[in-house]
């Protein structure tokens, strides 16, 4: 696994990024090659792993179809040395998908693969997704939203608490439609953090959430203070789908962190 570390507050580093293998624009290489003029030092490839427990999920959707697997580390394989230099390198990743029932079997296959680092990170609740669309948030009581975000922190806890992962993704990702009230879970978000410092764990800070209706990135400010306060590394993510976005508001990410570090 990747020491995420290095990557502590660091604007030359991006690790969570999608190609067209899962839901991503541009290939492999569009995006390899646009991170190594960008000024990167370190990039990776994190695209979407999901393998559901169960059916009905729409995965096939957005995720990498599984059979695609070996062909996406050795494209990666080849591109990382075409593109290597004393000043660029490339990190295989993926962003894998958590679930109770087979969290560990997921992980273990995988180490078959030459793979850097894994991202964990909560998509599903069952059979609902929670940043599909706004409108399936529309559609739910408050004690169903409720529901669904008690879940989802449940599985982010025990996704943090398995040491299976690198760093975890987009921690309070259900706030994506501004249709959730983060205060509300502010001892969940705290667990999870617990359970991230326990395992000696890293969160990301997410600069996509910038750009959805939420207006801010996940995780939310008093999160990633907290996470500050137990001294868990950060790494700066755009959660790139596209070769323009690889770096998008990278220096904004920094100043918040500088400036929360500042008021600890």
Same mark, same amino acid.
């Not at 529309?138 to 943090?160: M, P």
């Not at 997410?206 to 203070?225: M, R, V």
């Given at each position: 696994m990747v020491d995420t570390a290095f990557g502590n507050g660091n604007i030359n580093i991006s690790l969570h990024n999608h190609s067209n293998f899962s839901d991503g624009a541009d290939s492999l290489e569009e995006m390899i090659a646009a991170a190594a003029e960008s000024g990167l030092k370190v990039f990776g490839i994190s695209d979407h792993w999901i393998v559901p427990p169960y059916e009905g999920t729409d995965w096939r959707e957005w995720g990498m179809a599984h059979q695609r697997l070996g062909e996406y580390v050795e494209q990666l394989l080849l591109l990382r040395k075409k593109y290597a230099s004393d000043s660029f390198c490339v990190k295989i990743g993926l962003e894998v998908d958590f679930f109770f029932e087979n969290a560990e079997a997921v992980a273990a296959d995988l180490k078959k693969y030459p793979i850097d680092y894994l991202i964990g990170s909560v998509h599903y609740t069952g059979l609902f997704s929670v940043d599909r669309a706004a409108e /399936?948030? &529309?559609?739910?009581?408050?004690?169903?939203?409720?529901?669904?975000? =008690?879940?989802?922190?449940?599985?982010?806890?025990?996704? +943090? +608490?398995s040491g299976l992962y690198s760093f975890i993704g987009h921690l309070d990702l259900p706030k994506k439609f501004g249709l959730i009230d983060n205060s509300q879970y502010t001892a969940q978000a705290a667990e999870v953090l617990d359970a991230i410092a326990e395992k000696k %764990?890293? &969160?990301?800070?997410?600069?996509?959430?910038?750009?959805?209706?939420? %207006?801010?990135?996940?995780?939310? %400010? /008093?999160?990633? =203070? %907290?996470?500050?306060?137990?001294?868990?590394? &950060?790494?700066?993510?755009s959660d790139a789908h596209c070769k323009q976005h690889i770096q998008r508001n990278f220096n904004e990410a920094r100043w918040l962190l500088e400036g929360l570090k500042n008021s600890i």
């Open positions: /399936d948030w &529309i559609a739910l009581s408050e004690a169903e939203k409720s529901d669904i975000c =008690q879940h989802y922190y449940r599985k982010l806890s025990a996704a +943090a +608490a %764990g890293a &969160i990301e800070i997410n600069t996509s959430g910038w750009f959805k209706a939420c %207006g801010e990135p996940y995780p939310a %400010g /008093d999160i990633l =203070q %907290g996470a500050l306060q137990r001294n868990i590394p &950060i790494v700066i993510s």
